[in-house]
């Protein structure tokens, strides 16, 4: 019996390692709940105040419809509104067409990645830096006035890393033998594009496009540097917010209609790219 | 080497192709004629993919006499231009289309009214028994369904030839074998040039009118299937079609197509003399099939004595290792033939079964 024990091998433990007790698997699943209620309460707290009689106050109740009214009779938004949409509208049109332009491209390059890099690091270069470099760039090297244009550039700069990264997502995963058995069918090169490569690429294209355009929309910190005088729609509220006039109510209405505008939005971003484009 | 085709569908005449300093194809031509099944067979790296691909214009050659398809020539035209189509062997399908506008895809390009090109189109899955299918998606089809959906495509526009690459080489072996007979009936019927690559010699068997056999970028010997399994004209085609047993010896004498080989104890062979100039005294090889060998027991005429070395029993067959005064031979024979077990004192064959060639 005592011969047995000799190489003195320890019976494995019936207890797992603290590392996977069961208590983590518990605190991830709560921990996540209590993440996405930090996500979604304010929003859904912003849209009930938004349809409060006193906002202001921070607790919904007695609800009606009348900063709605007061913002649908203010034209004051309208300017900034329209001009937050022409320029995201713009901007996501240019990033869709140039991210497929370089996106093609880019997976035929020898050594993609480090191209790819630089194309992304804009996407970590802090606001404030980029704004002040274009900034600069515009108004003391080019001694340019600034405006709208300058605006839709700054969005565009910022915008275009992500609708490059939506397009690659289509671009890497197409198979070029198709483009070769359309040619051996007998399409030219044109009618091969418009046939077979531009539909199967076509969900990343869109996706890049509505990022674009939500990027642009949102856009705050670049805006500030390069606006000029002209004013934004994320511009014009903010600046209404901190002066505490009485218009604040009606931002609030104003931003739960944008929420609900952006949300769909991007949801078909993403339904468009992983459904989509996973189902082919 | 393959002039004289009666009403050619293909010509090629000295086609040179290079990847950089790569020569993929030296100075190559073949022939196929209407109606003919033509296989070019080759192991990877042989050049018979690149040959494919200069012929439906996806490569242009570095150098060409002649390319012509269907008596135009095509030299110069882009691929999108030839009168020839692909089965490509990743099938190559487009993923957002179904499977009958997979099919009509050539038709619209060649400005076929919609219903026609649809109504064609469904003839030509009905010939691949997939009309049922006409409206599902490429990804709900196994990979023999895009088989041959990809044959439908291919063959819906009545190329004046059919390219297939490797069509079969995803598919398992029992619905290989399948459509391997689909491929010929299918072939016949509509009379249609047909050059199939493959790496297969089964497959080069099976189907073909004639095979061309490649290796480094030049044709090998080109035939009948029969031709090149029974008589191949070189060490390197006897080694590609599968004879075991290749012996080095010394050549004797030579009457016609009889040769005689002797072996260094002075051990005499004689067999059929298939590669032109070989010379009297020379070193030279002779191959026979494992299978054509057999145990014999009497002084038949073509045998020699063998002392069993080794039996392996491979389930439908066994083989059998004997050494002999030619060197080591490899037999087989067949599960459930009486000489399986007994013992080995001589075998033999038949004189037309043992072919002699250049050594090397």
């Known amino acids: 019996m005592k011969s047995q024990h000799s190489l003195n091998l320890r019976p494995i433990s019936p207890k797992l390692e603290p590392s996977y007790a069961p208590v983590w698997k518990r605190l991830g699943k709560w921990g996540g709940f209590a993440m996405l209620a930090l996500i979604y309460f304010p929003l859904l707290w912003l849209i009930l105040l938004s349809i409060s009689q006193n906002p202001l106050g921070g607790i919904p109740g007695s609800f009606s419809l009348e900063h709605y009214r007061a913002l649908f009779s203010n034209s004051a938004w309208h300017k900034p509104m329209l001009a937050s949409l022409a320029i995201g509208v713009l901007v996501g049109l240019v990033c869709a067409v140039a991210a ?16 790819l ?3 992304v690091v804009p996407l970590f270069v802090p606001g404030m830096s ?13 001694n340019l006035k600034l405006g709208f244009w300058s605006v839709a550039l700054g969005h565009f700069v910022w915008a275009f890393p992500f609708a490059l990264l939506i397009v690659l997502v289509v671009t890497v995963r197409f198979d070029h033998r198709l483009v070769e058995a359309g040619r051996d069918l007998g399409a030219s090169n044109w009618r091969v594009f418009w046939d077979i490569e531009f539909p199967i690429l076509m969900p990343g294209i869109v996706s890049a496009a509505l990022f674009g355009f939500l990027m642009s929309f949102n856009e705050v910190m670049r805006s500030i540097f390069l606006r000029g005088t002209a004013e934004t729609m994320p511009v014009w509220s903010w600046i209404q917010a901190a002066a505490q006039q009485s218009q604040v109510p009606i931002i609030f209405s104003l931003a739960s209609l944008v929420l609900l505008v952006t949300l769909p939005l991007l949801c078909g971003v993403f339904w468009l790219l992983f459904a989509r484009v996973g189902r082919s | 080497m393959n002039n004289g085709v009666v009403d050619p569908m293909l010509e090629i005449e000295d086609l040179v192709h290079c990847y950089g300093a790569v020569t993929a194809l030296n100075h190559v031509s073949v022939s196929a004629a209407k ?5 070019i067979l080759g192991s990877s790296g042989s050049g018979k993919t690149t040959m494919l691909r200069v012929i439906s214009g996806l490569e242009m050659p570095t150098s060409v006499r002649r390319l012509r398809i ?7 035209l882009p691929a999108a231009k030839r009168n020839c189509t692909t089965v490509f062997q990743s099938y190559a399908l487009f993923p957002h289309m179904n499977v009958v506008e997979n099919v009509a895809y050539g038709l619209k390009i060649r400005k076929v009214n919609g219903p026609d090109a649809l109504k064609e189109a469904r003839r030509a899955l009905a010939m691949v028994q997939l009309e049922g299918k006409a409206d599902r998606r490429i990804s709900q089809l196994s990979g023999g369904e895009r088989q041959r959906v990809a044959l439908a495509r291919a063959v819906v526009t009545q190329p004046a030839v059919l390219l297939l690459d490797e069509p079969l080489g995803a598919l398992d072996e029992r619905l290989r074998q399948d459509m391997q007979i689909e491929l010929m009936e299918l072939q016949r019927s509509l009379g249609m040039t047909f050059v199939y690559i493959t790496h297969s010699q089964e497959e080069a068997l099976t189907m073909s009118d004639r095979v061309v056999l490649m290796s480094h970028g030049r044709i090998v010997q080109s035939g009948s299937p029969l031709d090149l399994f029974d008589r191949p004209e070189s060490r390197f085609a006897a080694g590609f079609m599968g004879y075991e047993n290749i012996l080095e010896a010394t050549l004797v004498a030579q009457d016609g197509t009889l040769g005689t080989v002797e072996f260094p104890g002075g051990l005499r062979i004689r067999g059929v003399v298939t590669a032109d100039g070989l010379k009297v005294g020379g070193t030279v090889a002779i191959a026979i099939r494992a299978e054509r060998i057999s145990p014999v027991s009497a002084e038949a005429p073509e045998s020699v004595e063998a002392t069993l070395t080794n039996r392996i029993y491979r389930g439908k067959y066994t083989d059998v290792t004997v050494a002999t005064g030619a060197g080591p031979l490899r037999l087989r024979s067949w599960h459930g033939v009486g000489s399986e077990t007994e013992e080995i004192r001589r075998v033999g064959w038949n004189t037309t079964d043992a072919v002699i060639f250049a050594a090397q």
């Not at chain 1, 332009?101 to 390059?109: E, S, V």
């Not at chain 1, 980029?130 to 090297?141: K, T, Y």
């Not at chain 2, 269907?70 to 110069?76: E, I, P, S």
């Open chain 1, 100 to 115: 497929t332009i370089i996106g093609r491209a880019l997976p035929t390059l020898n050594s993609p990645g480090r191209v």
């Open chain 1, 117 to 119: 890099f630089m194309f």
């Open chain 1, 130 to 142: 980029m704004g002040a470099a274009l900034f600069i760039l515009a108004r003391a090297v080019l």
């Open chain 2, 35 to 39: 109606g003919e099944f033509l296989t």
């Open chain 2, 70 to 76: 269907g008596g135009q020539d095509v030299a110069h």
